[in-house]
């Protein structure tokens, strides 16, 4: 019968020797126990955190209403994310993105299934979506509330006012049994059921702006191409 110690096997019925138990015993403190080598010279999550802010992360809004909320004004939930991405465009378009738990959006995500995403191209836009949706009491804060009520057109399928710094626009229906939590977030995969570009608010669509990232600490936009 074969016992499983980390990545290694021993057998009950045999005698490790010593001198192979000692080493297989300070691999696995030097390892993860999947054969990374581990490096405990700073925390790892926050060398993570730092090697992760030098790359730059493209800024989106997700906005949903549930068809049955709970809420007592049934106002939509949003919140700015930094890991929106295509997973698939054949033989359909699917993306993904992380939220972190709990989140109030998901919990309207759930009720509703579908959702609008929708790419910032101004600070103003994306700072909206950074506000806390409580303040220290726990109450609903008036500046979340105010922010919606400026930006969001239609709660109900995510999609934002024209002319308030959005660029494109994607309804998703939510793909429940392809979406997995790791520690506290929730990795979300939905499919693209339709998407348009917005007006400017000079009447403009199609490449009238360029999408902001975030890369440093800092949000920027892209600079011109070098190759």
């Known amino acids: 019968m074969i016992v499983r110690h980390g990545v290694f096997r021993t ?3 045999r005698r490790l020797d010593p001198r192979k138990a000692i080493l297989q015993r300070r691999l696995l403190n030097e390892t993860t126990g999947n054969g990374v080598k581990r490096d405990d010279s700073s925390p790892l999550p926050e060398k993570i955190r730092s090697m992760m802010r030098e790359m730059p992360h493209p800024l989106t809004v997700i906005v949903a209403q549930g068809k049955k909320s ?3 004004s049934k106002q939509p939930a949003g919140l700015l994310v930094s890991s929106f991405n295509t997973v698939t465009l054949h033989p359909a378009p699917y993306i993904s993105f992380n939220i972190k738990l709990p989140s109030s959006t998901f919990e309207e995500i759930k009720k509703s299934r579908t959702f609008g995403a929708s790419a910032v191209g101004d600070l103003r836009l994306a700072k909206d979506f950074l506000l806390p949706k409580q303040d220290e009491e726990g ?4 500046l979340y509330t105010t922010a919606l009520q400026r930006n969001v057109l239609d709660g109900r399928i995510g999609l934002l006012k024209h002319g308030r710094g959005a660029i494109w626009w994607m309804k998703c229906c939510w793909v429940k ?8 977030h929730i ?3 939905a499919a693209v059921i339709q998407s348009r570009y917005y007006e400017n608010v000079e009447g403009q669509s199609r490449g009238s702006g360029k999408p902001l990232i975030y890369s440093e600490g800092e949000y920027r936009n892209a600079g011109p191409p070098i190759g």
């Open 70 to 72: 709970s809420r007592k």
């Open 139 to 142: 109450k609903d804060n008036l």
């Open 187 to 189: 990795i979300l995969v």
């Open 177 to 184: 049994g392809k979406s997995v939590v790791v520690g506290d």
């Open 11 to 13: 057998w009950r019925s």
